[in-house]
């Protein structure tokens, strides 16, 4: 814990303008690191170029996609028209944006309770927290497959093949990953503020609607963007629950595309891919400083 | 977890802050004061919580209510005592924290808890094809597949009906009665329904079929089954030509009391045994069987028979090589560029940093799927153009598969472990490097014997998370390869890049291209748990021991 606590400047070990250097040694002290850098944004780089490329190209092929920017025409993208791929983005966007506010809104409702309240049971709760995040709830695929089977004999909009169901499926099994996640800062927070709060009358639910949820916001939106990417693209459960083609994700439309016929529909995925990357792309430049903390912090990207 | 850049996490179990009852007391008159102006005074928030309760106590009546009529008692069970503990909770005084909890601990309980419980049942089962249902549901299937015409039977007057998209049949007894059905609805006397000579033409609630509607929907005629009675034993209703409707009886014949099963042609008798099938004397078995406990028969099953076990062990080996050269090969690539990059003289750092978390930031699906056209053997862009029109395998050859897999993750995670490599670089102090300089110590060893351990207690945690999380990367093997190219040997559709987990979901059978075995398929996938488990606990213990070290 120690480290956490010490804030130092990073070190600088040559204090002298770079300018001053000479040629030769400018470039075997930093010049190669631009070589370096280089090098790994092209590596980084040319399949994003490529496909890029290949969503512009005219032929629509796989051979035919790869001579770079041979063509440049929006024929692919007008062809998606005539897909389903607009109603799965739609599905997409409305399983990610829903899963991603349950997520934040109970888990850090649950992270509050644990964090602010001593109850009977308080650290079991946290034990078993502790235990089940380390249990991938996409391992009981099976067992999710089988339960929703039985829900929707009863209630069909929780069975299979159902949009709300694959988001309840999805709400149970970020919780417990990112509750502990909450946790963690929640405790960041001086409970004084709180006290301090209480004693000016304030109810619990008061002190949590509008002094702990604003204060704790950056993990809000860390956990909210990882959610939202994690369903975004998840397949695996998405692929045995929604059953029509009408109801599917970009991940489950998309492999099929690619599966199938894989020359005859690149332009096709390549365009749907461009549009699928853009919303995710957008979220991760604009937050990158908080994913990056967000990832130290225990997360990966699903 | 210790980079200026991240939010401060304390370590969960370690800081707990400590709990006084002086504290505990004073927060609870505290909080019980708040709540109880809270449920009298009838404010905003109050009617709020009683209309959205209301809401949630109406859709629970009617899941209770959905269940009972369908004789589901674990859901109808499941949903009373959960509509009793919300309604307890959020009415009652003493509940506080659990009106914080409840709301994501049901859903954690209905879809993480009860799911992973549920998976470790059915390991023990032999749920899947052939064995989908209860017992009384297998019997009712078995009487139905065997139902033969009676022989010399006498032909009803039959008229195929409609209700919207439902077809049902009119049938006229000998009586002279009319009787309709449909295929969930046994024969009923309908008195009201109107006959001109042995043909009924109206029936009160349906409509009558004519010609051409019938020829447009033929199949569905000929397989309709109108059972006559609620019993399966008295058989059922066809009819081949939609005019006149003969009864079918099974040639099985159920007795409850000796719980066995005849074949009234050949007389045959069937038992039930142990595997959930009824089985004659001499050993041949019914198609349709029920589900039962068959005890550790799957594990057996993987480890023992050679079918399951040969290809268990070689994914299980790929398995782990895959997240461990996976996690290996990121993070010293990873390493390097965030040691190229950690000198502030380097103008443009951002820059650099933005376009290299690009393979990041783009949803691990679509680079699987679009690394899986570039490496296409004959017209992939990698093959075409990077290597000059060579057809090269990449996807379709054992090794290279592999190479591959390992390759394109390398370009899918390298952006991660740059990012918590820079942040960990730049977290380590100052002055640390400063002493170990006037020390007397070289570039070299304060790298190894300073910088080093630092920065893996740092990333240690997430290397492990970062493991476990390749162990179950299903989506890229999926996408890429498939799990192919396929074993040659095997009977069982797996394949050379196969991990543990998409090799479950291949025996699972969900997707519909193999046989479907659930029972398997859940113990693999405990086996998985205990593997993943056991990980993330040592990486756990781990991380506190590290951190002891400070």
């Known amino acids: 814990m ?27 002290e930093i010049g190669w690191r631009h070589v370096v850098g280089v090098l790994a944004v092209i590596y980084a780089g040319f399949p994003i170029v490529y496909v890029l490329s290949a969503s512009l190209s005219e032929n629509g092929t796989l051979t035919g996609s790869n001579q770079l920017f041979a063509q440049v025409s929006g024929l692919n993208y007008a062809e998606l028209n005539d897909t389903l791929f607009w109603t799965w983005m739609g599905n997409t966007l409305v399983i990610a944006i ?26 079991g709760g946290l034990t078993a927290l502790l235990i089940i995040q380390m249990f991938p709830q996409m391992l009981a695929f099976v067992a999710i497959f089988l339960l929703l089977l039985g829900l929707g004999n009863v209630v069909p909009l929780l069975g299979l093949n159902s949009t709300l169901a694959l988001i309840c499926v999805y709400l149970g099994g970020s919780l417990g990953v990112n509750t502990f996640l909450m946790y963690g800062f929640f405790n960041t927070v001086p409970r004084e503020l709180d006290e301090a709060a209480k004693l000016d009358g304030a109810s619990h639910a008061q002190i949590y609607w509008t002094i702990i949820l604003r204060l704790v916001a950056p993990i809000l939106a860390v956990v909210g963007l990882l959610s939202f990417i994690a369903s975004f693209g998840e397949f695996i459960i998405a692929r045995i629950i929604l059953q029509s083609e009408g109801n599917w994700t970009l991940a489950v439309g998309l492999y099929g595309w690619v599966s199938q016929r894989l020359d005859a529909n690149w332009g096709l995925f390549a365009a749907g891919a ?9 979220l991760f430049l604009f937050l990158q400083k908080y994913i990056v903390g967000g990832l130290t912090a225990g997360s990966v990207k699903g | 977890m210790s980079s200026p850049l991240l939010p401060q996490m304390h370590d969960p179990v370690v800081a707990l802050p400590p709990e006084t009852p002086r504290s505990r007391r004073a927060a609870r008159r505290v909080l019980r004061d708040a709540d109880g102006g809270h449920a009298t005074n009838f404010s905003r928030g109050f009617v709020v919580k009683l209309l959205l309760l209301a809401m949630i106590d109406a859709l629970g009546v009617y899941v209770v209510m959905a269940a009972w009529g369908q004789g589901s008692f674990g859901i109808l069970w499941s949903m009373v005592g959960l509509l009793v503990g919300a309604n307890y909770v959020y009415f009652s005084k003493r509940a506080l924290p659990m009106k914080y909890i409840l709301p994501g601990l049901s859903f954690l309980l209905v879809y993480q808890i009860f799911v992973i419980l549920f998976t470790g049942f059915v390991a023990f089962t032999n749920y899947g094809d052939g064995h989908n249902s209860t017992k009384a549901d297998a019997i009712e299937a078995l009487l139905i597949q065997n139902e033969r015409r009676v022989e010399g039977s006498d032909a009803y007057p039959l008229t195929v009906l409609a209700d919207g998209d439902e077809l049902a049949f009119a049938i006229v007894t000998s009586d002279g009665d009319v009787r309709v059905g449909r295929a969930e609805a046994p024969l009923e006397t309908i008195d ?22 019938i020829l447009a929907r033929q199949s569905d005629v000929t397989d309709l089954r109108v059972p006559v009675s609620s019993d399966p034993a008295d058989g059922s209703i066809r009819t081949q030509d939609a005019r006149s409707g003969y009864v079918f009886i099974s040639t099985m014949h159920y007795d409850e009391t000796t719980d066995s099963m005849t074949d009234a042609l050949t007389g045959t008798v069937y038992t039930p045994n142990d595997d959930g099938q009824f089985e004659s004397a001499d050993g041949a078995t019914l198609a349709v069987g029920w589900r039962v406990l068959v005890g550790f028969d799957n594990f057996v099953k993987a480890f023992g028979d050679p079918r399951y076990s040969t290809p268990f062990l070689k994914v299980f080996a790929w398995t782990v090589a895959f997240a461990a050269l996976s996690v290996v090969t990121t993070f010293l690539l990873g390493l390097f560029l965030a040691m190229v990059f950690n000198d502030e003289r380097v103008k443009g750092r951002k820059i650099y940093r933005t376009l290299m978390i690009l393979p990041y930031a783009i949803p691990g699906f679509l680079a699987a799927l679009l690394w899986s056209g570039m490496l296409n053997t004959k017209f992939g862009f990698v093959n075409q153009i990077l290597l000059g029109g060579a057809e090269i395998p990449w996807l379709t050859d054992p090794w290279l598969a592999k190479l591959a897999v390992l390759g394109v993750n390398l370009w899918l995670g390298f ?25 007397g110590a070289g570039g070299i060893r304060t790298w190894k014997s300073v910088t080093m351990p630092l920065l893996l207690i740092a990333t240690a945690p997430l290397l492990i998370s970062s493991f476990a999380f390749n162990f179950n990367n299903f989506t890229l093997i999926y996408m890429l390869t498939g799990g192919g190219p396929r074993f040659a040997d095997a ?22 291209n193999a046989a479907k075995d659930y029972g398997l398929a859940s113990a693999l996938s405990i086996v998985i748990f205990v593997i993943v488990g056991t990980i993330s606990a040592i990486a756990f213990r781990q991380t506190r021991k590290l951190e002891e070290i400070n």
């Open chain 1, 2 to 28: 120690a480290i956490e606590t010490v804030q130092v400047p990073r070190p600088s070990v040559v204090p002298a303008a770079p300018h001053r250097l000479s040629r030769k040694r400018w470039f075997t």
């Open chain 2, 192 to 213: 009201e329904a109107e006959v001109d000579d042995d043909v009924v033409t109206a029936v009160p609630g349906y409509e009558v079929l004519g010609r051409q509607a």
């Open chain 2, 491 to 512: 009977s069982v559709p797996l394949g050379h890049t196969d991990i543990l987990i998409s090799m479950v979901y291949s025996i699972s059978g969900v997707d519909g």
């Open chain 1, 98 to 123: 829903v899963t991603a506010i349950g997520t934040v809104l109970m888990g850090a409702a649950a992270a509050y309770a644990f964090s602010r309240f001593r109850f009977t049971g308080r650290r």
């Open chain 2, 415 to 439: 952006p991660y472990m740059f990012l918590i490599c820079t942040g960990a670089l730049q977290s380590i102090p100052g002055d640390v490097l400063e002493a170990a300089k006037i020390d």
């Open chain 1, 274 to 282: 461009v549009i699928a990357a853009v919303p995710v792309l957008i």
